[in-house]
């Protein structure tokens, strides 16, 4: 009953920031607690900025090495992916049918990921190797 009570009291409050314009700051706890809640925009917030840290640090460590080939973005985009399905099953245990199931989750980021990948990749490698 004092739980219901204090979940009620806590969403009352988050809408009261939502209304006053002012949101509430988001806990970084919140990352790794399968038991928060999580919309859909900030679920894919998360997944995104998650690829794109995963993208920028894969670019830059493909170029330092130096790889070649095309082979290389097909094993970025395993790693990119399996991270972020390891992230959102593994780790926060959602059911992806919520959030428009898997081809939606793992889709979060991936385009501007390749890119960045790519940018960072290219950017090192030419730099580091001519």
Do not use: C
Not at 17 to 41: M, R, V
Not at 67 to 73: A, Q
């Amino acid at each position: 009953m004092k739980e219901r009570k204090s979940a009620k009291l806590n969403h009352l409050q988050q809408q009261q920031q939502h209304q006053n314009g002012h949101l509430s700051p988001f806990k970084f706890a919140k990352l790794f607690d399968p038991e928060a809640s999580w919309d859909k925009d900030q679920l894919g917030d998360v997944l995104h900025w998650i690829r794109q840290v995963v993208a920028l640090l894969s670019g830059l460590l493909w170029g330092a090495i130096p790889l070649v080939g095309g082979i290389w973005i097909i094993v970025f985009l395993v790693i990119s992916s399996g991270i972020i399905y390891g992230y959102y099953a593994m780790i926060l245990k959602i059911d992806e049918e919520e959030f428009g199931g898997h081809g939606a989750l793992l889709q979060e980021g991936l385009f501007v990921s390749i890119m960045l990948f790519l940018l960072a990749w290219i950017l090192v490698y030419s730099l580091a190797h001519f």
